[in-house]
């Protein structure tokens, strides 16, 4: 049985930064993409401090990092470049060309690959991590967007936001496998623990496909709200967390009756969401202010808003 993980441009790394932090929430750093001044920012959650900016390429988009607070990897758009970051100095150690127009990123299980995707070349970048070197471009139409491995790196799923597919990559080949219908727009994607059902928010049509991976067709559509966009999944599978863009709201999911549960505000055009490690903090990242919103899964209501300067530059954030 295969498993998936997410790659939303959203990803929670642990700090060791000795800080506050808000009752029942982990210290933790958040790295956000900040398109509009080529850096990622870079936020303690124990008091939400801001600490110093990483100057990056031009027009940052994605970002993953590789397994144990690793190397963090950077798509720069403007001039179709990663940026390869060490988060423990929070410097550049490399820039590398990729494929024209990258938009995300996710890393192999093994921390041994990052595949980047490109929108508008139809290609998926792979990344030798421990040379810095572009090894592969895997050739995808339909213009790749959203990444997901499943967890023992064999399969990599990319949303095709231009003819309604998510394709299947046979990582060990670099060889597209298959592919599967989904709805409108597919955008982003999540997989349940059992690594058999993945769900996919379509931007165009409202709603979330529910996939069945080994046979990879679609069982179900769940009606989500206007311009759902981010998906992250609670650690036990049973909740799917949606951004609704156009809404201003996080959609919670029933996974079992796939059904939604509650609608809670956020900020403004909620982009992309990530749960911490323990699952009892949802990090919402809202486009419009560039603001962060602080679930509390657990009574389903915003804890904090960490606040951003300029709207619509943030694309990506990760938590380290």
């Known amino acids: 049985m295969r498993r998936m993980r997410l790659v939303l441009t959203v990803l929670l790394l642990t700090s060791a930064m000795p800080m506050t932090a808000q009752a029942g929430e982990q210290q933790n750093r958040v790295y956000l993409t900040d398109a509009a ?147 409108q727009d597919p955008y982003g994607l999540a997989l349940d623990p059992s690594g058999q059902v993945a769900y996919v928010a379509n931007r165009g049509e409202e709603t979330v496909s529910v996939i069945d991976v080994p046979r990879r067709v679609v069982t179900q559509t769940i009606q989500v709200g206007s311009r759902p966009t981010g ?17 201003n709201m996080v959609k919670v999911i029933d996974t079992q009756g796939k059904f939604v549960l509650v609608g809670i505000p956020v900020g403004r055009g909620p982009l992309a969401v990530a749960l911490n490690p323990q699952g009892n903090r949802a990090y919402v990242l809202n486009n419009q202010d560039n603001s962060i919103s602080v679930i509390d899964t657990a009574q389903n209501m915003v804890r904090a808003t960490i606040p951003g300067d300029a709207g619509g530059s943030a694309y990506a954030l990760t938590v380290s």
Request: charged share 15%.
């Open 37 to 183: 001044h080529n850096q990622v920012r870079v936020i303690s959650t124990g008091g939400y401090a801001e600490q110093p900016p990483i100057p990056v390429g031009q027009g940052p988009r994605g970002l993953a990092a590789t397994p144990g607070h690793g190397t963090l990897y950077v798509t720069n758009t403007g001039d179709s470049t990663v940026s390869a970051i060490d988060p423990g100095s929070g410097k550049v150690t490399a820039t590398l060309p990729v494929a024209p127009d990258p938009r995300a990123v996710v890393t192999h299980p093994n921390g041994s690959r990052a595949y980047i995707s490109s929108l508008t070349a139809g290609k998926v970048t792979v990344l030798d991590t421990a040379q810095n070197t572009n090894i592969a471009e895997i050739s995808v139409p339909g213009a790749p967007f959203q990444l997901a491995t499943d967890r023992d790196g064999g399969l990599l799923a990319v949303a095709r936001t231009a003819d309604r597919k998510v394709s299947f990559i046979d990582t060990t080949r670099n060889e597209v496998i298959g592919e599967v219908a989904t709805g």
């Open 231 to 247: 998906l992250t999944l609670s650690p036990r599978g049973d909740r799917l967390y949606v951004t609704s863009l156009r809404e």
